[in-house]
């Protein structure tokens, strides 16, 4: 039987019983063994380390060591009383772990390097997302227990799930407590939307959300039964009661048909209540139906991807790329279609590196050169058609592209979506004119979502009611959209007995009277932009593995602390944001690592957060920093 190749000769080149590794260059005798020990990066395993060793290579090695039964300082695993290696005489349910050296010993010789490796095997061995290590909460955690001293002792498990978890709920509920009270003054929207996990469980999760904060209000597991539009209106329904309907003014949802109907059914009772829906989402589905419907770009789109999957294929050639280029490549991610975009951009901007890469003598003599797909990727990049196409399409996105960026951002938005939209709707339509048979599906995409999954009707009355629009010009009361969306205010969201006065003040504010439009208004037009309400993504759940052990109160109190914490966090982040203009002609880069596939690679390689069915730390995250807009606003209605 032929012995299986070690993996880790991908690393270090086999000679005559030595090995010479593919990053430092050096050469050592020994073999597969002593190249883990090298490439770990672990000291006094009697080889030098690799000072060049890629990180994620550094953890496999580092985990490759653990496993064959050695510790940091080189000792073998002891045996256990039954006498095999590597159990733990304590506890069977107590998890595997490495020997430890002596910690003051090590901390009393400041040694950094020590330091970091217990940090590093702490989230190897609790398979914790290396992300992790640069989020606020940790650092705070590891300052504090550093100036407290080594004096410093960890609450104990009872400690951790009862007292302090408490505790923690106290202070949460201060933050809640304050944004509820906000409600009566400025009225509030419900967000919502459902996660299913393989067609056995499904979450539905619920935030309220107001220009003091967003909170999270509930997640209703349901196990084995369909999410119908009437199962959503019972879960909807007691949480308006218990804000109170006067101070709900919409219900913002994905595209779904369920909660479509679910709101239909509440606005029956309710009439005053707007249904909205994620503007993100909305966007998403016009890049998705472009790609699963437009030939000549899902043929730009395999291309693409057969680059990036050739090089991210083989770390050696993933390190040559990557000298010539500088840079990664984004990744796409098989459900968030705008990632596609940004991958082809990516690669757009490194074109000069990949060209030299593969003209280059060692990728030529690299096994990798050799082959169908190698020989394909290498005539795509040194030619020319596939460099146009690739420029054509990504000029030709642009403008919705620019309205994602909007959308899917931090702070209100809704006052400039719809010129945003138009904008689109202009430079699309300027394209179609051209090249029509290239571009006339795209328009007729487009022109379907904008007004099935984009637009409000409000989103012209925001636009009019945003000084900067409207005191310039660029759009008035005589527009017929303008005028539709506020004749929808002015029946569904003003109580009859202020529609008068809400009359006399709309002609103040179109005839830019000097009332409202002072100096110093005047002045702030151009400095700051109206605060309507601040913009979420229909969630996307990602929840994993379920958690048995611990009592459903507990598992709802992990829920509620760790979202509104999150919220708690940003809340002053978005404050600041929502005052500062927006410029449509310059939009920035929006978080590209929400919509380059980063949450699907998280969730494949299992990193999960203790919460309610381990609630994915990357989507509370995404929740909670306000990222992923839906294009709703907060009209206090009477």
């Excluded at 007729?444 to 999954?453: C, H, I, Q, T, Y």
């Amino acid at each position: 039987m032929t012995k299986i190749k070690d993996k880790f000769w991908e690393y270090a080149e086999k000679l005559n019983n030595r090995f010479k590794c593919k990053y430092c260059k050096r050469d050592f005798p020994g073999g597969v063994a002593r190249v883990k020990s090298h490439l770990s990066g672990i000291k006094g395993r009697d080889i030098a380390v690799c000072a060049q060793v890629p990180e994620e290579v550094q953890a496999s090695a580092v985990i490759a060591v653990g496993e064959a039964g050695v510790n940091v300082s080189g000792t073998k695993r002891a045996k256990s009383s039954t006498g095999s290696v590597g159990e733990s005489s304590v506890s069977v349910c107590e998890e595997p772990r490495l020997q430890q050296t002596s910690i003051p010993a090590m901390l009393s010789k400041k040694d950094k390097d020590a330091v970091d490796m217990k940090v590093a095997l702490c989230f190897f061995l609790n398979n914790i997302a290396f992300n992790v290590i640069q989020t606020t909460g940790f650092i705070e955690m590891i300052k504090a227990v550093s100036e407290y001293g080594i004096g410093y002792s960890l609450p104990s498990y009872s400690t951790l799930r009862t007292k302090l978890v408490v505790n923690t709920k106290a202070d949460v509920e201060r933050y809640v407590n304050e944004v509820k009270e906000s409600w009566s003054l400025t009225g509030c929207t419900i967000m919502s939307d459902i996660w299913t996990d393989m067609k056995k469980w499904s979450f539905i999760n619920v935030i309220a959300y107001s220009p003091k904060g967003a909170v999270f209000l509930k997640s209703v597991e349901r196990s084995g039964e369909s999410n119908t539009g009437l199962f959503i209106r019972e879960v909807l329904l007691p949480v308006i009661e218990e804000i109170g309907a006067e101070n709900v003014v919409q219900i913002v949802t994905d595209n779904a048909s369920n909660y479509g109907l679910a709101c239909n059914l509440i606005m029956e009772e309710y009439p005053h209540i707007i249904k909205s829906k994620c503007a993100a989402h909305g966007v998403q589905l016009v890049f998705e139906d472009i790609y699963d419907s437009v030939d000549w770009v899902k043929d730009i789109f395999l291309k693409v991807r057969k680059i990036y999957d050739h090089f991210y294929r083989h770390i050696i050639l993933l390190d040559l790329m990557r000298e010539h280029t500088k840079k990664d490549l984004r990744k796409y991610s098989k459900t968030r279609f705008a990632s596609h975009f940004l991958m082809l951009q990516s690669i757009l901007d490194v074109e000069d590196g990949l060209r030299n890469l593969v003209a280059s003598v060692e990728y030529r003599n690299m096994l990798y050169d050799k082959g169908a797909v190698a020989d394909i990727v290498k005539e795509l990049i040194q030619g020319t058609p596939f460099w146009e196409d690739g420029k054509d399409l990504i000029s030709a996105m642009e403008p919705l592209v620019k309205v994602l960026r909007l959308v899917d951002g931090d702070g209100s938005t809704s006052g400039y979506i719809y010129e945003a939209t138009d904008r689109a709707r202009k430079a699309i339509k300027e394209r179609c004119e051209e090249d029509p048979v290239k571009y006339m599906h795209i328009w007729e995409l487009f022109e379907f979502r904008a007004k099935s999954n984009l637009l409000h009707e409000v989103h012209a009355a925001a636009m009019y009611l945003n000084p900067p629009f409207m005191f310039d010009g660029k759009i008035s009361y005589t527009n017929e959209a303008v005028q539709a969306a506020l004749s929808y205010i002015y029946d569904k969201l003003i109580d009859t007995t202020e529609r008068t006065k809400f009359s006399q003040e709309l002609l103040l504010y179109n005839g830019k009277h000097p009332k409202i439009f002072t100096s110093i208004s005047i002045d702030q037009i151009s400095n700051c932009h109206p605060t309507c309400e601040r913009n979420w993504n229909a969630f996307d759940a990602a929840q994993t593995k379920k958690r048995n052990r611990l009592a459903p109160q507990m598992l709802e109190d992990l829920v509620y602390i760790r979202m509104n914490s999150l919220m708690l966090k940003n809340s002053v982040n978005f404050e600041l944001k929502d005052r500062d203009p927006i410029n449509l002609e310059n939009l920035a880069e929006w978080d590209t690592e929400l919509v380059d596939g980063n949450l699907d690679e998280a969730i494949d390689e299992g990193f999960v957060a203790d919460a309610r069915s381990d609630l994915n730390a990357a989507w509370m995250d995404r929740m909670c920093s306000g990222i992923g807009t839906s294009s709703r606003m907060n009209y206090r209605h009477q």
